[in-house]
Structure formats: C-alpha cells, structure tokens
C-alpha cells in the first residue's frame, strides 16, 4: 500500500493494526482487571520486549543452517527480518507471569487483561501469513477425506500457489474466536491461551515450511505443548479454592504464632 512517498507492506499493516487494537484493548479494560495504567503500561513494554526476544531467538532456532553461517543476520532485523509466533507467545506469557509476581498482582487478573491482546496479535499474524505464504502448510493434492475441508488452494514463500492445507487461515481463525472467548469470559482466559496452544500444536503436524525436529515431531509441536503445560499448572496452582485454603492456613498459623 502506498501512503504519500512511503510504501507500507500490507503484511506490516496488518501486524500494525492488530497491535493497535490489542493495545487499545489493554488501556480500556486495564482498571476493570484493577491494574493501574501507569503500571501496565510499563509492564506492556516487558512483556513486548520478551515476547520480541524469544520470538526472534525462535526464529533463529527455526532456521539453525543459515544462521549457522551468518550469525551477524540474527540482529538484523530489516534484511532478514523473522519472528516465531509460538517462541512470542511463550516468552510474553513467562514476562506477564513474572511481572505479576514481582507487582504482586493476581496472575489471573494479568492474564485475563493480557490474553485478548495476545491473541488479536496472533489472529492478525496469522492473517498476514495467509497472503505473504510464511508458515505454510504441507501440500494436499491427495488429502484423506477427514481433512479435505482443511484445504485450500494458497502459496508457500516461493508464491509456489497449490492446493495446501491452509494452516495460516484456520490457526488465524482459531486464534480470533478464542480471543472472542477470553475477552468475554474474562475467568476463561487462562483457558483460553491453553486452547490456543493446544491448537497450534496440532495444526503444526500440517506444516510444510522446514523446521528441526526432536524425535519424531517439529520442535515447535513440543514448544507448543510446553506452552500449554506451563499455562495449565499456572493456573491450576492459582485456582480460587486453593488461594482462599492457603490464605487461611497462613491466618491460622499467625495466631498459633501468637
């Protein structure tokens, strides 16, 4: 797209209006999770900021032969530019969780603020890759019948356009209705992000774009399943019942105490 004298990709364009949703979601709904804005602010940028890192150092994890050779293009943002969605989501979940520890907020308070961000932000990387052909999916000429809806006919990064399980599409799909679902159910957040990267990690089994493999699956199915693992034992260590049992063995231990 061209604006004036600049010529915007309409990948970047998508990313960025994603980003200013998810951003805007975070200033409106910040006091009603009772997290002051200043305060979010300042954690918006950690969590940013981890969620770049990791999501960069996934990149290069996914792509380990070129960057073996140029190891100055792992900074190189504008020539050889990449991000790895999973390694973001990952690395941003672990800052909010430690961010919430160090402010002493409710994990479950942040999580429910931060989620519907998280994965308007993924929905619209997704959406992008849809068009730009990254992250594609395995070719499908002869699919089994299960999963012929899955199909559909979409490039790889070589604008190689052929019948292909449409990974992008249906990931970007699953990431916005479960955005729908942690903005509206704000206790199922948690759940919610749990859900995404159980989904992830299935529809990397169809992949076709080339990654390292642990054992017999992609690296990232196992970043994946790690995510979701982490996630559940968060939240169940976190659950209501076991905070209000724990707040009232330490009172009964103060007065013992006394």
Not at 31 to 46: D, E, M
Not at 110 to 115: Q, R, T, Y
Not at 199 to 209: S, V
Not at 212 to 228: E, F, Q, Y
């Amino acid at each position: 797209m061209r604006i004036g004298p600049w010529w915007i990709p309409l990948f970047t364009i998508r990313i960025a209006t994603a980003v200013a949703l998810a951003l805007a979601w975070i200033a409106w709904r910040a006091p009603a999770h009772h997290l002051p804005r200043r305060r979010v602010l300042y954690g918006v940028w950690l969590i940013a900021g981890g969620a770049l890192l990791a999501g960069r150092l996934g990149y290069v994890a996914q792509h380990p032969a070129y960057f073996a050779q140029r190891g100055a293009d792992m900074g190189a943002l504008r020539r050889v530019g990449g991000m790895h969605g999973s390694s973001a989501l990952a690395g941003g979940a672990l800052v909010a969780s430690l961010w919430a520890w160090r402010m002493r907020y409710r994990w479950r308070d942040v999580i429910a603020l931060f989620a519907p961000a998280a994965l308007c932000v993924a929905a619209g990387g997704w959406w992008s890759c849809w068009d730009w052909g990254c992250a594609w999916g395995r070719a499908a000429h002869n699919a089994p019948p299960l999963l012929r809806w899955m199909v559909r006919d979409a490039p790889n990064l070589y604008h190689e356009n052929v019948p292909r399980y449409a990974v992008q599409l249906w990931s970007g799909l699953w990431a916005a209705a479960l955005m729908i679902v942690s903005a509206r159910f704000a206790t199922r957040a948690p759940l919610a992000l749990i859900g995404y990267a159980l989904g992830i990690a299935g529809l990397t089994l169809l992949r076709g774009d080339p990654a390292p493999t642990l054992g017999p699956l992609r690296w990232d199915v196992w970043l994946n399943l790690s995510v979701a693992a982490g996630l559940g034992g968060i939240t169940w260590w976190t659950r209501p019942g076991r905070a209000q049992s724990m707040t009232e063995e330490r009172g009964t231990d103060d007065c013992i105490d006394l």
